[in-house]
């Protein structure tokens, strides 16, 4: 079962560029509430508390109790966290979408390998881990905080695919075929030539954070 984590919210009226840095210089984070049928709300919350909040679940599988005034508790996942470009570590936003027990969601939750394979123990194998989540379709009492997979048996050359695993109560809907580890020969230091190393692809662009005028999309 997934973690669940609690935040108090205060319904927030006034929007734009000028009242989100406002609200900043008080300690506050401007978010905004949606899904579940209803119509996007503006709140702001604690910075604080929301910082600690994303730093302690480590997860977006993570169900969050949101608190506003004037209305019952929601239950809610953490859709967007939007950051300081200049100063990651201070949230500028956050988007919360707002579940319901009786109707599936789709969320994308951690693999966790579990042991040492046999190919790397007994064979001097490498171990790759390929695909770090994956997307499931459940009712969030059967959300899973993380899916393990056994990868203890696994030898040289071989390794686990989507089709392999289960997550209980749960739609996969990845490509079965998709691979999700696989242990690798020995890497030797003759296979690290100069023509090899000049051919390593580049890193992928990591999407920017959006600046601070843009932390309110919805408004």
Do not use: W
Not at 49 to 57: F, M, N, P
Not at 104 to 133: A, F, M, Q, W, Y
Not at 150 to 168: E, S
């Amino acid at each position: 079962m997934a973690n669940q984590a609690t935040l108090s919210a205060e319904p927030r009226n006034v929007t734009g560029k000028g009242a989100a840095r406002e609200l900043r210089r008080r300690g506050r984070i401007p978010a905004v509430i949606y899904g579940h049928h209803r119509e996007p709300q503006a709140l702001d919350v604690d910075a604080i508390s929301a910082t600690r909040l994303v730093q302690a679940i480590g997860s977006a599988a993570t169900l969050v109790e949101v608190t506003i005034t004037g209305r019952e508790p929601v239950k809610v996942l953490i859709r967007e966290v939007q950051r300081n470009p200049v100063r990651p570590v201070d949230i500028i936003h956050l988007d919360l979408y707002e579940i319901s027990a009786d109707e599936k969601i789709t969320v994308e939750v951690p693999v966790h390998l579990v042991g040492i394979p046999d190919g790397v123990r007994n064979s001097g194998g490498v171990l790759d881990h390929l695909l770090h989540k994956i997307e499931i379709r459940v009712f969030p009492k059967d959300l899973p905080n993380h899916v393990d997979v056994d990868v203890t048996p696994l030898t040289i050359g071989h390794g686990v695919f989507v089709r392999d695993i289960t997550v209980p109560n749960a739609e996969i809907l990845n490509d079965p075929g998709q691979p999700i580890c696989t242990v690798v020969p020995p890497r030797t230091e003759a296979a690290e030539t100069p023509a090899a190393v000049a051919e390593v692809a580049e890193p992928e662009l990591i999407r920017k954070p959006k600046a601070e005028e843009e932390g309110e999309a919805e408004e």
